[in-house]
């Protein structure tokens, strides 16, 4: 169980650090697109624009289905 929040914490830094990055490599460019999805337990809040929030919610729908079936069967 330790190593599960360890590797939790770890994506988010990583995930973190791949923001701040992008921010600054494409702070030269006006335009500017993204998309974002929060899980609270089974309820997905999406945000976004254009067409990258089709994708994160096709993805969230997935990732739900896969992890109640997985934590189902424990």
Not at 36 to 65: C, D, E, N, T
Request: proline fraction near 4%; glycine fraction near 10%; hydrophobic fraction near 65%.
């Amino acid at each position: 169980m330790k190593e599960l929040v360890l590797i939790g914490f770890a994506l988010i830094f990583f995930g973190v650090l791949a923001i701040i990055a992008g921010t600054i490599l494409s702070s030269d460019t006006n335009k500017v697109e993204g998309a974002g999805i929060i899980m609270i337990g089974p309820i997905p809040i999406m945000f976004g624009s254009k067409r990258l929030l089709l994708p994160l919610v096709i993805l969230a729908i997935v990732l739900m289905i896969v992890f109640y079936i997985l934590f189902l069967r424990r």
